[in-house]
């Protein structure tokens, strides 16, 4: 039981597996699947139309997927470390859990979750820092067949009662607070908020972590530390829920073109495996290395990248409590050296924003033990991929620039690492499984070389959406019905003369905020909301660390002193969605560009953000064409 058999060793090795996977998709993921643990094989191993949409992998088979990232492991490294956490504060002592351990936590907090009342296919919502108990958390869940939805630490009560209302949550998993930084973040009193919201919440389970003061709610709030302590020591191991493939392992809410954040659901079987086969081949990890990803769990990255692709291939995730700027700009190195890390997996944001500090945080940090460097979540710029690569990476280190989403599960498009010649800005070529296509505005697709376009995928792979919880409509809508028989991404993307893929930026209304995904439509429903506002219109604009900062135009109902509503406008974002979604810019306005049917012409705005004056293309068909002047005028 080893992923050896179809870890990709050569580039000639990975154009066979691509061609292998064209001929025979089916054969193709069948053979990688029969290296799991299965209660019981698949009668079918896919069936599809995206036209509902449909797609089932693996159907009939039962499984659990943490029985693949624990019990799997411990005939043979049991004693190895699983999860290696370092806390935010460098002067706390870092924690390791091997395999063996980590089994019984998870098993311990799945018997307090059952304790609860958490049942199969309830949903909990889990809202922590980054501590190893959110990774047993997540396990546990999924170990008895409950479904989570992780949501971020940094966002707001309101969008917290969105999330839980929205899935119908029966439980929330908490900490009294997380240490971020130089900042104490008061969890629980964050819940507390969204929680005068939500009716179908039955239990709070708090792990204590700041020692911040609560307040412990009767009947409804529990330690977890109580709980574990209650448990009978010598009662054995429950087994592990038996889970259909296609049963749900989790949602997670991500931003679309709309005001709405929508729930993308996974299920199990196909989840698991297409994590577990693009970890062990992007990464090229072997056995014993460190595998450090600086993601938070509140994001897929981190679902895919520091849990399960890692912990279904018997790896040592690193987990970082903390940012890569505290106590100063060294921390990410300094961690490196100090676990020997073999691999960093990090954003672009983060480079930018470490290459800024220029190289002194890099003195007396030994380096050497690094041999893959990643990114992810936006499309890294030439100069801070050169600077990774000199300077962190020596010039020896592979970068695999990896493109994916939430609703794809795993990294899509990517270079394998120091099997692909790279080529900077490129995510390169698709992985085994992955066939995408570039589509023209009329919606055909373009042949060959040399073109560019929107970028959608005509063949179904495991990892992919299934749904959007509670809502499949929305899912065909948003993802299966611009190009009908294709998953359009939303992403805009060319392909070279070499077939190299280049993703250029999404080409719908949702923006790329220090790699977080936010729908401009949201910061606006948020900026309306306060009372001075009669209407906005955000766009994105280009940030030399952010990648993307957010533009907001604003009318207000009547001359309002501009300093103090800015600084409400602010705080009211940071009220409805969380600080991440604060407008970089504040531009007060009398009008906004539109069309005579009321539209609001976004390209002018986009433009007028991005400082091109001057090539604002055709206006005429505006209805008052002179706001335009006075846009350009107050520009910021
Ligand atoms: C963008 C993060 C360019 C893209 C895993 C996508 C990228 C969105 C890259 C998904 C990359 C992600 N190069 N752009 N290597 N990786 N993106 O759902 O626009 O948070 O659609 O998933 O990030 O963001 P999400």
Known sequence: MSFSSYQLNSLEAYRKAYQ????????????????????????????WNFREPKIQWFRGAKMNITENCLDRHLDT???????IWEPNDPKEPHRTLSYRQLLEEVCRFARVLGKNGVRKGDRVCIYMGMIPELAIAVLACARIGA?????????????????????????????????????????????????????????????????????????????????????????????????????????????????KPKGVVHTCAGYMIYTNYT?????????GQVYFCTADIG?????????YGPLSAGATTLMFEGIPTFPDAGRLWEIVDKFRVDTIYTAPTAIRSLMAHGEAPLRNKDLGSLKVLGTVGEPINEEAWQWYHEKIGKGKCPIVDTWWQTETGGIMISPIAGLTPEKPSFATLPLPGIQPAIMDEKGKELQG???????????PWPGMIRTTYGDHERCRKNYFEA???????GDGCLRDKDGYYR????????????????????????????????????????????????YAYVICHHQVKEEMTRKNILETVTRVIGSIAKPDKIQFVSGLPKTRSGKIMRRILRKIAEGEMNNLGDTTTLLDPSVVDEIKKGKL
């Open 503 to 550: 993703i250029t930026g999404r080409v719908d209304d949702v923006l790329n905020v220090s790699g977080h995904r936010i729908g401009t439509a949201e910061v606006e429903n948020a900026i309306n909301m306060h009372t001075d506002v009669v209407e906005s219109a955000v766009v994105g604009f280009p940030h030399p660390i952010k990648g993307q900062g957010i």
């Open 279 to 287: 970890f062990v081949n992007v990464f090229q990890y072997k056995p």
């Open 147 to 259: 479904i989570h939805s992780v949501v971020f630490g940094g966002f707001s009560a309101q969008s917290i009662a969105d999330r839980i209302q929205d899935a119908s949550c029966s439980h929330v998993i908490t900490c009294d607070g997380a240490f971020r930084g130089a900042r104490d973040i008061p969890l629980k009193s964050v819940i507390d908020d969204a929680l005068t919201q939500c009716n179908t919440v039955k239990k709070v389970i708090v792990c204590r972590r700041t020692k911040t003061p609560v307040s412990m709610i009767q009947g409804r709030d529990v330690w977890l530390e109580d709980e574990l302590e209650k448990l009978d020591r010598s009662a054995s191991f429950p087994p592990a829920e038996s889970m259909d493939a296609e049963d749900p392992l989790f949602i997670l809410y991500t931003s679309g073109s709309t005001g």
């Open 299 to 307: 994001w897929v990255t981190g679902h895919s990248y520091i849990v």
């Open 449 to 459: 070389n040399g073109v560019s376009g929107n970028l959608c995928i005509k063949f």
């Open 77 to 83: 490294q049991g004693d190895q470390p699983a999860i």
């Open 483 to 489: 190009y009908p028989g294709y998953y359009f991404t």
């Open 20 to 47: 292998e996977s064209l001929r025979d998709p089916e054969g193709f993921w069948a053979a990688i699947a029969s290296d799991f643990l299965w209660h019981q094989k698949w009668d079918q191993v896919l069936e």
